[in-house]
């Protein structure tokens, strides 16, 4: 993962965020900048884990937060798809893809936007909400789900450890 310092956002804040979020620090809320409240946990967490308490994430509190999850939490066994989403889309196999790596991202699970992709339907209610996964993790919210957007999807999900059950 690459360093991430105060003023940054995109994908690796976000996953960030929605780790030390999952790590107790329930005030975060994933919004993909790196701003106060941000800092004020990481530097918790760095205190808490005999890291100098600089704000900057680097390779030590990477490792601190992530390197301690079991493999099970981090890692995508199947990989990123191949294939690309437009609204609209009516492939159950691939809507219900994105439907299934979505609810592991925080605030989305719990939300009753699934009914279109429990039945294979990229509906409104869940372009609604990649189209906001796209902004929080920096990328154009178009709701078009494509190769930057499974690999945002991605490393939040690994970072946060969601992958587990």
Not at 6 to 33: F, I, M, P
Not at 58 to 67: D, E, P, Q, Y
Not at 142 to 147: A, D, K
Request: hydrophobic letters at 35%; a positive charge.
């Amino acid at each position: 993962m690459p360093q991430v310092n105060r003023g940054d956002s995109g994908r690796h804040v976000l996953a960030l965020q929605l780790r030390l979020r999952n790590a107790g620090y329930e005030y975060l809320r994933g919004t993909g900048y790196y701003g106060s409240n941000t800092l004020r946990a990481v530097q918790s967490f760095q205190r808490g884990h005999g890291i100098r308490a600089s704000g900057i994430v680097g390779s030590k509190t990477w490792h601190a937060l992530v390197g301690s999850l079991p493999k099970i939490a981090t890692t995508n066994f199947m990989g990123e798809p191949a294939f690309g989403i437009q609204p609209g889309e009516r492939n159950e196999y691939e809507v219900r893809v994105l439907g299934g790596m979505l609810m592991r991202v925080h605030p989305y699970y719990g939300q009753d936007i699934f009914g279109g992709a429990a039945r294979g339907v990229y509906d409104a209610p869940l372009q609604k909400a990649v189209r906001d996964f796209q902004r929080r993790a920096g990328i154009r919210a178009s709701g078009i789900v494509g190769p930057k957007t499974w690999a945002a999807l991605d490393e939040v999900i690994s970072v946060s450890g969601s992958w587990g059950c």
